[in-house]
């Protein structure tokens, strides 16, 4: 499973024992984040939960008032009508043969539910009370539903402990209301009109079973989530891991071509001090003559070894050219690169096809795979195997690239992977692939390509891809070759 999260496991392993830092910023940025799924989570169910129990007390709300305008019209009206049984509001209507007004209806339904110990509890209360009520307290809850309500609001409600409380508007629906109120001698106020707020019809709902159910899915809910928080974390450690491991290579990076670039300028100074005496050494050998045959045999024995330090200088001086880009031919720099590897001691034959291409590309980044790969090709032939050994280097231009082929004709190898054979450090026990992922990294890394292709006992050949650009050629020559006179 570490794995899958961070593909590093011994190095994260490492790195989370060796610092007490990133516990605490492991813990810190987990419990930062649960703790805000935690509040979200708590904060969301209560809110969903309330508004859904207001919802269905304002519904109930609205239910009860249209049972009351139903009985006030199809019950009241007609009595009153049509018979001579009184409708009265008062406190010993019982004993006397009466039906409720429409409100004491309501009045009288709501204190039977309370004498019931019904979960649901119905109020209603009004800022003109009858006198009967009028010794009523208003708790705090009803006097803000009672100034919301006459602000123009439709639903007021508040969560109270386990309870939700909701309270409508009751208005003055008929003149029927109007005149009943208006006329009664102790009505509290006498000029009602159709539509004014009479007062408040509140639902008091209980809600601790809901609470109860959506908080055990609430809890299966936060356990998901902290799962997936604690995965959350380790990714975004994970790409801090990589982060700081690109930015580590970056500057490594940037130092070491610094530590090149100072390299580079040291070694075309010394290449520079030393091709000078050398030149004037080769020259003056080149001249000398002698009838003995023993002065002869060290003087062409000291000319031969000045031209291998001369060609080892000129090879110093090609790859301490900049990285930069720059437009070279690259025949020059082929022919620049084998004259200084002596293919000649291992009984090798070199054989060119290239032509005068020129190209823009980083010169020193060519020329060190080049040499790279060349050296390479000088094991690549049996032991035993001291004749016909052939080492043939072709170029040409394909499509948008020019490419350039080194191919021989000695032992191969059976390749079954062949991107795994340009991995770094990838070894086997033929010699002729070490290294070549330098030079496949260097070649890459600069928009080139390299591949590899083989049959065992016929071949071995590798080819470089340069892209091509037409540009203007370099007629910059590479350093002197001196030949002894005769």
Not at 5 to 29: D, M, N, Q, R
Not at 142 to 162: F, T
Not at 221 to 247: C, G, H, N, P, Q
């Amino acid at each position: 499973m570490l794995y899958f999260i961070y593909p590093y496991p011994l190095e994260f392993t490492v790195a989370l024992k060796s610092s007490s830092k990133l516990w605490l910023i492991f813990g810190g940025y987990f419990t930062v984040l649960a703790g805000a799924a935690w509040f979200s989570f708590s904060t969301f169910r209560q809110d969903i939960l309330t508004e859904w129990a207001a919802i269905q007390a304002s519904q109930t709300a609205q239910n009860h008032k249209l049972l009351r305008k139903y009985y006030a019209e199809k019950v009241v009206s007609v009595v009153k009508n049509k018979s001579d049984i009184p409708v009265d509001w008062g406190p010993n209507r019982d004993q006397v043969n009466t039906i409720p007004l429409p409100l004491t209806l309501w009045f009288e339904v709501a204190e039977a539910h309370q004498k019931d110990k019904s979960l649901i509890e119905y109020h209603i209360y009004s800022d003109y009370p009858f006198p009967p009520r009028g010794d009523r307290k208003l708790d705090e809850f009803q006097r803000n539903a009672l100034s919301a309500l006459v602000n123009g609001e439709q639903l007021y409600y508040e969560l109270l402990g386990n309870t939700v409380r909701a309270a409508i508007p009751d208005h003055m629906t008929s003149e029927a209301c109007t005149d009943c109120h208006n006329n009664l001698a102790s009505s509290p106020k006498r000029d009602w009109k159709v539509g004014d707020l009479a007062g408040a019809i509140e639902v008091r709902l209980p809600i601790q079973s809901q609470l109860s159910a959506l908080n055990s899915a609430f809890l299966s809910s936060f356990s998901i989530v902290v799962v997936a928080i604690f995965f959350i974390t380790l990714f975004t450690l994970k790409y801090i891991f990589d982060l700081l491991k690109r930015e580590n290579l970056l500057a490594k990076n940037l130092e070491q071509k610094n530590s090149l670039i100072a390299l580079n300028k040291t070694l075309k100074g010394l290449a520079h001090n030393i091709n000078t005496p050398l030149g004037v050494a080769l020259m003056a050998s080149s001249n000398l003559k002698s009838s003995n045959e023993i002065e002869e045999q060290a003087i062409d024995m000291t000319l031969s070894n000045l031209r291998k330090v001369s060609e080892s200088v000129r090879l110093i001086t090609l790859l301490s050219d900049s990285d930069e880009p720059s437009t070279f031919n690259v025949r020059q720099l082929i022919e620049s690169c084998t004259s200084g590897l002596d293919f000649s001691s291992e009984n090798i034959n070199l054989c060119l096809d290239i032509q005068d291409i020129h190209v823009t590309f980083p010169r020193s980044v060519l020329t060190m795979s080049l040499i790279n790969v060349f050296k390479n090709f000088s094991h690549a032939f049996n032991d035993k195997e001291e004749i016909n050994r052939r080492v043939t280097i072709k170029t040409y231009k394909e499509g948008d690239f020019v490419k350039i082929e080194i191919s021989d004709n000695g032992k191969g190898m059976k390749i079954t992977d062949p991107d795994k054979l340009l991995m770094p450090f990838h070894t086997m026990s033929n010699r002729i692939q070490f290294g070549l992922a330098h030079s496949y990294c260097s070649i890459t890394s600069c928009g080139g390509q390299l591949s590899i292709a083989s049959e065992p006992d016929i071949y071995f050949k590798v080819t470089i891809s340069i892209p091509y650009t037409k540009a203007t050629p370099n007629s910059k020559e590479p350093i002197y070759s001196l030949r002894r006179s005769n």
